[in-house]
C-alpha cells in the first residue's frame, strides 16, 4: 500500500474514533480552574454525623483537599460561599430506566426513535437537576444519550448502561406485539428489539450473543428477565424465567468483561437458580422467602431493592394486569426491608420508574421513603456510598474509574450543596429545586443558585 494511501486511512480512522468532530462542547459547562466550598458541614456518605465546618477544595474532577482549616484561594478558582450548609455526594440511583422512565408505554412502542430519545435527552436532564448525579441504566437504548452526556453535548448524569434487557420469550421483557409472533429462526427482529429496548433469547447460546453484543455496545453489567414482572402483559409474577445454564451463559460472558449480570426476580425459586447461576444483584425480590435472603447473606449477594408500595396516582395509570400483580409486590415490600436488615444484606437504592413522567419527578421522593424501614443516614448512606461500591463490580469495564458516592480526598467531585441538614430531614431531598442550592457533577457546576 502506498504511504499516502495509508495516512488516508489514518486520518479516517482517527476521525471516527474522535467522534467526527472537535468542537467544544456546547451545553456542558467547562470546569474552573478549581472550586472551593467554604464553610460547609460534610456528610460524607458513610457517617451518621456531620462533619464540623469545612472547607473541600475541587480541582478539574477530582476533590483535592478537604480541611477544617481555612484553604488559600487561588486566583481563577471558583468560591462557593458555603455559609454552614450541608455538603454531601451526589445521589445514585441503581435501578433507573433513563429511555423509558417518563414516556408512557403506548407511546414507547409507536412513536418514532428520534423523538423518544429527545425525550429521554430532557429527562437525564431533570435527573440530574434533581441531585441525582450518576444512574445505574437497567434496560434500554441509553449508549447515544450517555455518549452525548460525557462528551457535554447534552447534560445529564452518568449512565452505567446495560443496553437491552435480555428476555426469553413470554419473559418480563418481552413486550412484542402480536404481529410480530411467532419468533423464527434467522427471522426478522420486532421493534422492540431493532430499537435495543429488549433482546429475545431462548438458549444458551443465544443468551450468550446478546449479551456480547450489549457488552460490545458499552454495557457496564449485563441485566437478564430471570422472573415475572408487573408492568409485562403476558407472564404471571410467580414465573421462573429462563434457565440456569441460560443464566450461566450471561455470567460467563459479563465476567470474561470483567463485570457481573443483575436479575429481575420476585421469587425465591427465580432468585436462588439465579444465585447458583453466579448473578451478583438481585433487582426487586420482594416475594422472597427467609431462606433464599440467608443465602444472599452466605453468598455476598447485592440486593437492590425498591420501596414500591401504594400510590394511588401512579396506581391508577396502571393496566389491571399489572395493578393486580403490583398489589402482590406492594404487600412484600415491608418484609423484604426488614428481612434485608435483618441479615444485613448489602443493599442497594434504585426507584425503578418505568412510563410515567410524574412518578419520575418525584425520584427523591422515593429515596426519602426509605426511612420506614431506617435511618435518615442508613438511607442517604445506602444512595450514596453503598450504591458507589456497588457501581464498582462493573471492574475493567467500569465507564467512570475512580470512587463516587463519598466525599473524600481523591474521590470523584459529585457533589450537593444542601440547604439544610438531610440526616435530619431526609424530607428536603423531595424538593431539590428549593433545597439543592449547587449540584456539581465531574467537578462542573450545573446549578448554582448562591451565584450573584
Not at 186 to 195: F, I, Q, T, V, Y
Not at 301 to 313: G, N, R
Amino acid at each position: 500500500m502506498r504511504s499516502g494511501s495509508r495516512r488516508s486511512i489514518v486520518a479516517v480512522v482517527s476521525l471516527l474514533g474522535t467522534g467526527l468532530s472537535t468542537a467544544a462542547p456546547a451545553q456542558t459547562p467547562a470546569p474552573p480552574a478549581a472550586t472551593l466550598f467554604e464553610n460547609v458541614r460534610v456528610f460524607d456518605g458513610r457517617g451518621a454525623a456531620l462533619s464540623a465546618p469545612s472547607n473541600v477544595l475541587v480541582r478539574g474532577n477530582v476533590i483535592e483537599r478537604i480541611s477544617t482549616a481555612p484553604i488559600a484561594r487561588e486566583p481563577g478558582a471558583t468560591v462557593v460561599a458555603g455559609g454552614g450548609r450541608t455538603l454531601m455526594p451526589g445521589l445514585i440511583d441503581a435501578h433507573w430506566h433513563s429511555f423509558m422512565a417518563g414516556t408512557a408505554q403506548p407511546l414507547l412502542m409507536t412513536a418514532t426513535a428520534s423523538y423518544l430519545h429527545l425525550l429521554a435527552a430532557r429527562q437525564a436532564e431533570a435527573t440530574l437537576m434533581r441531585g441525582f448525579t450518576t444512574v445505574r441504566d437497567l434496560g434500554g437504548p441509553v449508549f447515544g444519550l450517555k455518549r452525548a452526556i460525557d462528551e457535554g453535548a447534552m447534560v445529564g448524569p452518568r449512565i452505567y448502561p446495560s443496553g437491552a434487557m435480555i428476555s426469553q420469550t413470554s419473559g418480563h421483557g418481552d413486550f412484542r406485539f402480536g404481529f410480530e409472533l411467532p419468533r423464527t429462526p434467522g427471522g426478522p427482529l420486532s421493534h422492540g428489539e431493532r430499537e435495543g429496548i429488549s433482546a429475545i433469547a431462548d438458549s444458551p447460546d443465544e443468551v450468550r450473543l446478546r449479551a456480547r453484543e450489549q457488552l460490545r455496545a458499552g454495557a457496564s453489567q449485563i441485566k437478564l428477565m430471570a422472573g415475572g414482572g408487573v408492568s409485562s402483559q403476558y407472564n404471571p409474577i410467580e414465573s421462573t424465567q429462563f434457565t440456569e445454564p441460560e443464566i450461566r451463559a450471561a455470567v460467563e460472558a459479563a465476567e470474561n468483561w470483567g463485570s457481573y449480570v443483575t436479575v429481575h426476580a420476585y421469587t425465591p425459586q427465580s432468585m436462588q437458580m439465579s444465585i447458583r447461576a453466579g448473578a451478583k444483584v438481585i433487582e426487586h425480590g420482594q416475594l422472597t422467602d427467609e431462606d433464599t435472603v440467608k443465602l444472599m447473606a452466605d453468598k455476598g449477594i447485592w440486593w437492590s431493592l425498591q420501596p414500591l408500595t401504594y400510590d394511588a396516582d401512579v396506581f391508577a395509570r396502571m393496566s389491571p394486569v399489572s395493578q393486580k400483580k403490583a398489589l402482590q409486590v406492594f404487600e412484600g415490600t415491608d418484609r423484604a426491608y426488614r428481612l434485608a436488615k435483618k441479615y444485613n444484606i448489602k443493599t442497594a437504592f434504585g426507584a425503578d420508574i418505568l412510563f410515567d413522567a410524574g412518578a419520575a419527578s418525584r425520584q427523591g421522593r422515593y429515596l426519602a421513603m426509605l426511612v420506614r424501614w431506617m435511618s435518615a443516614a442508613e438511607a442517604l448512606r445506602m444512595a450514596t456510598a453503598s450504591n458507589g461500591e456497588l457501581l464498582a463490580l462493573s471492574g475493567f469495564s467500569n465507564p467512570y474509574p475512580g470512587k463516587l458516592g463519598v466525599v473524600e480526598e481523591g474521590a470523584l467531585a459529585d457533589l450537593l450543596l444542601v440547604d439544610g441538614n438531610p440526616l435530619e430531614n431526609i424530607a428536603l431531598v423531595e424538593d431539590p429545586d428549593k433545597n439543592f442550592v449547587v449540584i456539581m457533577k465531574d467537578g462542573r457546576i450545573f446549578k448554582n443558585a448562591l451565584a450573584r
